[in-house]
């Protein structure tokens, strides 16, 4: 069954700690990507890598950070630096090329303790 | 910069109403413009996906359709359900140096009320 899973569902972050959202597809997408999605807007793009060991800024990444260690596996750590994390997280992967859809996960909300 | 806009951004209307939902965006340079769904807390579903090629597309009640020189969509539910209640999002891809890049409207959250 393939697809894309995104643990956990939902994450406390307590003030000046890291934490990680993972993100794994099955699909053997090269393109995977990291939103962020607040209450009532778009989805605005974080980080996104279009292959394995390389990975690119999107338009809000201060304060996050990724790998691409692995083809299905894309974390996003959102770091202390990150002063207004609460938010849902959306995972997306694709095949790398214009005319074909993302597929998401189910996300993650963040929340501040 | 590529924008894309939804109006409106809530709908209400009663259950068995034809509706229609209206995206623009305001560079036409782009290889496709999709239509999701998001349910409250969940991911998103696509639901049609425009080529840039291409007018329109159908998949059972939901109709889409494409004007590129005027930077449009629309998305035509018909016979609307309750269960087609959640938020529709429409996306356009474009290419941005070497990357495809896609632009998200904010959505239009929709109730169909039975």
């Known amino acids: 069954d393939g697809g894309i899973t995104q643990s956990p569902k939902y994450l406390f972050r307590k003030e000046g700690q890291n934490v990680t959202l993972s993100c794994e597809q099955n699909?053997?997408?090269?393109?995977m990507y990291w939103y962020r999605q607040d209450p009532g807007q778009g989805l605005r793009l974080i980080y996104y890598?279009?292959?394995?060991?390389?990975?690119q800024k999107g338009d809000i990444a201060e304060g996050y950070s990724v790998s691409r260690e692995k083809k299905e596996s894309f974390p996003l750590t959102v770091t202390s630096a990150q002063k207004n994390p609460t938010a849902f997280y959306l995972c997306?992967?694709?095949?790398?090329?214009?005319?074909?859809?993302?597929?998401f996960g189910p996300g993650t909300r963040l929340l501040v303790l | 910069k590529q924008e894309v806009t939804q109006i409106p951004a809530a709908l209400s209307v009663p259950e068995g109403e034809n509706l229609v939902l209206n995206c623009s965006f305001t560079?036409?340079?782009?290889?496709?413009l999709q239509w999701f769904r998001q349910d409250p807390g969940k991911g998103l579903t696509s639901l049609l996906l425009?080529?840039?090629?291409?007018r329109e597309q159908t998949s059972g009640r939901l109709n889409a359709s494409l004007d590129k020189s005027s930077g449009r969509s629309t998305l035509y539910i018909a016979a609307s359900q309750p269960g087609d209640s959640a938020t529709y999002l429409c996306?356009?891809?474009?290419?941005?140096?070497?990357?495809?890049?896609?632009?998200f409207g904010s959505g239009t959250k929709l109730n169909v009320k039975p």
């Open positions: 997306a992967s694709s095949i790398d090329r214009g005319d074909e859809t993302q597929y």
């Open positions: 699909l053997n997408h090269d393109a």
């Open positions: 890598s279009q292959i394995v060991n390389d990975f």
């Open positions: 560079d036409s340079a782009i290889y496709n």
């Open positions: 425009i080529q840039s090629s291409q």
């Open positions: 996306a356009v891809r474009q290419a941005l140096y070497n990357f495809n890049k896609f632009y």
